[in-house]
Nanobody, 120 residues
Framework: EVQLQESGGGSVQAGGSLRLSCTFTGFSLDESDMGWFRQAPGKDRILVAQISGDGETYYADSVKGRFTISQDNAKNTVYLQMNSLKAEDTAVYYC??????????????WGQGTQVTVSS
């Protein structure tokens, strides 16, 4: 059974940092792309960072240079390091997995979501 479990959300002031973790079971990193989506109130769920099985990464323009996605094969965990956080980064962040995860409807598996709140 595939399961994704996020942790690490919280509240921080603008300019601060948070690290999200997504620990998964039921598949290995070389079988799936993984990434982080976020959804702000009243907005669509959008991809912010993605990592493929071979380590290739993608970042949305809005987070490029501030967020870093990484993976630890031994721990079955994917991380999202978020630095220089802005108020507009406030959203629920979801871990996602699947053969293709470019957009929301392509994702096979979701975590439960973790709230990130950035105060200005």
């Amino acid at each position: 059974e595939v399961q994704l479990q996020e942790s690490g959300g919280g509240s921080v002031q603008a300019g601060g940092s948070l690290r999200l973790s997504c620990t998964f079971t039921g598949f290995s990193l070389d079988e799936s792309d993984m990434g982080w989506f976020r959804q702000a109130p009243g907005k669509d769920r959008i991809l912010v960072a993605q990592i493929s099985g071979d380590g290739e990464t993608y970042y949305a323009d809005s987070v490029k240079g501030r967020f870093t996605i990484s993976q630890d094969n031994a721990k079955n965990t994917v991380y999202l390091q978020m630095n220089s956080l802005k108020a507009e980064d406030t959203a629920v962040y979801y871990c996602a997995a699947g053969p293709v995860i470019d957009v929301e409807y392509d994702v096979d598996y979701w975590g439960q979501g973790t709230q990130v709140t950035v105060s200005s």
